[in-house]
């Protein structure tokens, strides 16, 4: 018994409309999401590459610049734990996403107005981290309380998709409208996307949201109802029902429970382990490149647009994603994501041999691109498999606070490291060195992430909590068509 039918007994409990079932639609909460991951990225995309520019105008050097990306980190790695915690707390998700896009308006309008104030800048980003770690902690979490295990992987990847257009489209679309409209039109445009996603935001209803929603009303109507020992008794047994279904966990599972409720529970599983810890490398790979490449390109004598261009060979190919999903959902995550990942490493140390073609270099970029996609979204699945089978759902923004801290953590050191060993050395060696760390994630892989066989488990421990949770509810419903 999958997802829809436990649903079905939350409208019937609540009698809701042909437009609520839609708003709690999962189609239309993954639309959400994946807006929500589009804006925040195309945000982050548009303002990002206009930053040096304006600290040049403020007479600010370089330095300045990395404070700027430094806020940013900072708000990013606060806000992700936070978001995860409060959030797993909540009956809902809706209420810290809608915050943490507060977060994003106010970042968008600090900076259009702090143009000429360096400090108005640094609160900006800032604001600008905290909406990016809750966004994408809540973002991957309520995808995880909507999807059954056999269909989170490739909803996953397509909700990676607006990740992918968010970035493609943010730094050209900055340039043209600060040039052709005027210098605060970027930030004008960015309000406008932030408005629409607002709207979407307020008008989800979520799966678990319903369902404490259908609990809380019936035990409101058995409590008005109580007459004499023998309808305590009965009360007494729907609340421990209504206990169970809200997250308090049964005798059998309370221990799993109470490991999985914190960040130091997580921490100690080993398959989730190896999921942050492709996760690191996957941004760290990416992000290791992006300052040095640049560089290793114009030594072809091609212009900074053509450069621009090339580019997108990384990102472009990310569409394979909610192929990878699917596959990953299908047969488990360790064999396609071991390969993507050697496969990857190779691509890498290639690109930096020395008198490679131009266009060799751009297909290699593209190889690189895919099976970064190929590796990465069957972790998301990963996250939330671990949190379902382990914590019995009782953590799911926690976890993806932690693939986002672990994520941004990559970010900041792969510039730092790849730029000092370009820099010394050559780009051969700065590839080896990428190279070889992302190669070095495979033991972790093979050993310890998901193949076939623990797909299976997943998904039967996922129909057995969704079966737990229909009966309750079903007991629900028959005992309030009773009265």
């Not at 609540?14 to 909460?29: Q, W």
């Not at 995309?45 to 930053?51: D, E």
């Not at 977060?103 to 905290?130: K, N």
């Not at 996953?156 to 050209?172: A, D, E, F, R």
Request: proline share 4%; hydrophobic share 50%; glycine share 10%.
């Amino acid at each position: 018994m999958g997802r829809c039918a436990t649903l079905n007994n939350v409208d019937d409990i609540l009698g809701t409309s042909r437009f609520t079932r839609f708003r709690s639609s999962n189609h239309f909460i993954s639309f959400t999401v994946g807006l929500a991951v589009f804006v925040d990225l195309l945000c982050y995309g548009i303002i990002m590459p206009l930053t040096p520019f304006i600290v040049e105008r403020l007479g600010l050097g370089s330095t300045a610049n990395g404070a700027l990306i430094a806020c940013y980190a900072v708000g990013l790695l606060i806000s992700s734990p936070v978001a995860g915690i409060i959030s797993d707390r909540m009956a809902n998700r809706r209420v810290p996403m809608v915050a943490g896009l507060m977060a994003l308006l106010l970042s968008t309008v600090l900076f259009m107005e702090g143009l000429d104030h360096f400090w108005l800048l640094l609160l900006a980003r800032f604001s600008a981290g905290l909406a990016g770690g809750t966004m994408m902690t809540l973002g991957f979490a309520l995808l995880s309380d909507t999807y059954p295990a056999n269909q989170l992987g490739a909803e996953m990847g397509k909700v990676m998709i607006g990740q992918t257009l968010g970035l493609m489209v943010g730094p050209p679309m900055g340039g043209i409208l600060q040039d052709h409209v005027g210098v605060k039109a970027p930030y004008v445009f960015c309000i406008i996307l932030i408005g629409v996603d607002l709207a979407a935001r307020l008008l989800i209803i979520e799966p678990r949201s319903a369902k404490v929603k259908a609990i809380r009303e019936f035990q409101k109507r058995q409590n008005q109802t109580q007459e004499g020992q023998g309808q305590g008794e009965q009360s007494l047994g729907i609340e421990k029902n209504i206990d169970t279904l809200e997250g308090a966990p049964t005798p059998a599972k309370a221990q799993a429970t109470s490991e999985m409720s914190t960040l130091k529970g997580l921490l100690t599983n080993k398959r989730l382990v190896t999921a942050l810890f492709v996760s690191f490398i996957n941004a760290f790979l990416i992000a290791a490149l992006e300052p040095v490449l640049p560089l290793y390109l114009a030594d072809f004598g091609i212009s900074k647009t053509q450069i621009g261009v090339i580019f997108l060979a990384i990102s472009i190919p990310s569409f394979v994603a909610p192929v990878a999903g699917w596959y990953s959902d299908k047969h488990g995550a360790k064999v396609m994501s071991g390969a993507a990942i050697a496969i990857c490493g190779v691509f890498v140390v290639v690109i930096g041999i020395p008198g490679l073609p131009l266009w060799a270099i751009i297909l290699f970029l593209v190889g690189v691109g895919a099976t970064c996609a190929v590796y990465i979204t069957p972790v998301l699945g990963e996250i939330s498999a671990v949190v379902r089978v382990t914590g019995e759902g009782d953590g799911f923004a926690r976890a993806f606070a932690l693939f986002n801290m672990v994520f941004s953590l990559g970010m900041v050191v792969g510039p730092l490291l790849g730029s000092v060993i370009y820099q010394e050395t050559s780009m051969l060696w700065t590839c080896v060195l990428i190279g070889v760390v992302t190669v070095l994630t495979l033991p972790m892989v093979f050993l310890y992430t998901g193949g076939k066989a623990q797909k299976l488990r997943d998904q039967a421990q996922y129909e057995k909590d969704m079966q737990e949770e229909s009966m309750v509810l079903s007991q629900m419903q028959e005992q309030n068509r009773q009265q």
